[in-house]
């Protein structure tokens, strides 16, 4: 299976609609889910606003503000520091 990440770049860089469709359609459970939360009477419009938003984002992320693992760690320990008790 192609990662999420491998997609969104081919969506932004090839204008790759089939890697956009494939994204779409990991989303859809959550979309789904998400509407479930509304009357039925809006779910309609609803699923096609949150269809339209997330190909927005899609095509928008900006991958250069997205931290790597060291990166994501570093930043965890900066915000909740870990106190160690010295034996």
Do not use: A, C
């Amino acid at each position: 299976m192609t990662r999420l990440i491998d997609l969104t770049k081919k969506v932004q860089l090839q204008n790759d609609i089939e890697s956009l469709e494939i994204v779409l359609h990991m989303f859809e459970p959550k979309i789904r889910v998400s509407l479930q939360q509304t009357s039925p009477q809006e779910q309609d419009d609803l699923y096609q606003e949150l269809k339209i938003r997330t190909i927005e984002i899609i095509r928008k992320y900006d991958f250069s503000k997205t931290y790597g693992f060291w990166e994501f760690t570093d930043k965890i320990k900066e915000q909740y520091p870990i106190t160690y008790k010295k034996k």
